[in-house]
């Protein structure tokens, strides 16, 4: 029997594909480290932790847990609908919003094409692209964000797909309305933008753009939400694309049918309606985001102006010391070496008291 070689038998893409690096875990940190009272703000979650009304929802639906989900979301569909004035067609759910980044990537791209992103963006973006075996195109970054003339620069006749996140991630990086319907109308009709909105929620209710209401005249564009920020699921795992019914078809013919588990269909639903936990949320990010801000401009450490739920500060060359430690001291933050930043690190907005558990622990440092 000849050797057996995993390797070998993996798709292309996939035998150079380093995973996903998540925000490391509390108890990971506290079994590796021995410390108890870890402050975690390495992952952009929510810091109010679930809302009351949610917690309510989840022990009412434990009882029907032996049953499959609704396959079809239709509570949910018909809720996000009505929210966005489209049709429920126009909405695919998924196992958060993750989910449905790997999935427009799946329907639409295959290894022929070219897919483009930002360099400094969303690491999901070259991930999805390199398993499929497309090629990915990473567009230099201006000032940190997308580049949106360079990007389109980019688009060859083999290109079938653009991520835009907006704001970015991990940079916290915003692009304006304007500029982003000007970038829609420049893009061929055969080129589809997955406009990533997972901090929306976050960004000035002036400066959102209305970026749903554009399907109608670019139905090339995917418009992509998550509730594991602002709306404070990420544990439950909840998010959505709305696209032209047509784009959601073909996605929904790919999609795994039970995606999205009978807890996170209701936990969604009834976050959509927690408007005053949507508010707080909101407000507690303002405080914290002037917090860190102010920390920043008093030590003179530079930061990337950030329209999200975190802040990317600029540490210095020994930025990898300084999360070892920020763990020492309990606290998890985010390094981003592997995003082509490595003098940074990138703080996620906390409580009040978490975020200046970590303002302690950096002066301490510096
Ligand atoms: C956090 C984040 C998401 C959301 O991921 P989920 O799978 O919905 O938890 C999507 N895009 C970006 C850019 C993010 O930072």
Wanted: net charge negative.
């Amino acid at each position: 029997m000849s050797s057996f070689k995993a390797v070998d038998l993996a798709n292309p893409g996939v035998r150079t594909l380093s995973p996903y690096q998540a925000g490391k875990p509390i108890e990971e940190v506290e079994r590796e480290l021995g410390i108890k009272n870890i402050i975690k703000l390495a992952s952009n979650e929510n810091p109010l932790g679930l809302s009351r009304q949610v917690k309510a929802a989840l022990q009412e639906t434990l009882a029907g847990l032996a049953r499959y989900p609704d396959a079809n979301g239709f509570y949910l569909k018909s809720k996000l609908a009505a929210k966005h004035q489209v049709a429920a067609n126009q909405i695919t759910l998924g196992n958060g919003s993750n989910d449905v980044l790997e999935l427009v990537a799946r329907t639409y791209v295959s290894a022929d094409h070219e897919v483009i992103f930002a360099q400094h963006a969303f690491v999901v973006y070259p991930l999805v692209t390199q398993a499929i075996g497309a090629t990915g195109v990473a567009v230099p970054a201006k000032n940190y964000g997308h580049d949106l003339p360079a990007m389109l620069q980019a688009i060859t006749p083999r290109t079938r797909m653009i991520f835009i996140a907006n704001p970015n991630n991990p940079t916290g990086t915003f692009l304006t309305a304007s500029e982003l319907y000007e970038f829609l109308q420049q893009v061929p009709a055969n080129v589809l933008v997955v406009l990533d909105e997972a901090y929306y929620e976050y960004v000035d209710e002036a400066e959102r753009a209305p970026s749903i209401q554009w399907i109608a005249e670019f139905p090339n564009l995917v418009v992509c939400r998550t509730f594991s920020k602002a709306y404070g699921l990420a544990g439950l795992r909840a998010g959505y694309a709305v696209t032209h019914a047509d784009v959601a078809d073909y996605m929904n013919r790919v999609r795994q049918p039970f995606n999205m588990n009978s807890l996170s269909l209701k936990a969604a639903e009834v976050a959509l309606d927690d408007v005053e936990y949507l508010a707080e949320s909101i407000r507690l990010n303002q405080l914290g985001m002037a917090q860190l801000v102010e920390f920043c401009e008093s030590k003179g450490l530079p930061y990337i102006p950030s329209h999200g739920n975190f802040l990317t500060i600029e540490v210095g060359d020994n930025a990898a010391k300084i999360y070892q430690q920020l763990l020492q001291a309990g606290v998890i933050v985010r390094p981003v070496a592997g995003y082509e930043l490595p003098r940074h690190l990138r703080v996620s907005i906390g409580l009040k008291h978490e975020n200046q558990a970590f303002i302690d622990a950096m002066s301490a440092l510096l």
